[in-house]
């Protein structure tokens, strides 16, 4: 993205910075977005916060109920052909 022209805010009383209507739609940052605030040597870097909490498979693996006998990999193979063919991906 090409650097704009600098802008200028102001910091309120309550804390809070007033981020330009240009940088927000650039962004595509409506009311609500959640920033992560990140402090660095040249200043505070803004990012969208990710939707959903970093996980690792080791906390979620089994949480899904199933039912029937385990699928071997040669089915489950056969499965993800099936799909990606049925969507036009073959």
């Given at each position: 993205m090409a650097r704009a022209t600098r802008l200028t805010t102001t910091l309120s009383t309550k804390g809070q910075v007033i981020l330009p209507m240009a940088v927000r739609q650039r962004r595509?940052?409506?009311?609500?977005?959640?920033?992560?605030?990140e402090e660095t040597e040249d200043g505070v870097l803004l990012r969208p916060a990710p939707a959903f909490a970093e996980t690792a498979s080791k906390d979620v693996f089994?949480?899904?109920r199933t039912s029937g006998p385990a699928k071997t990999l040669a089915e489950m193979d056969a499965a993800v052909l099936a799909e990606a063919r049925r969507h036009g991906r073959d």
């Open positions: 595509n940052w409506d009311t609500g977005t959640r920033l992560l605030v089994g949480l899904l």
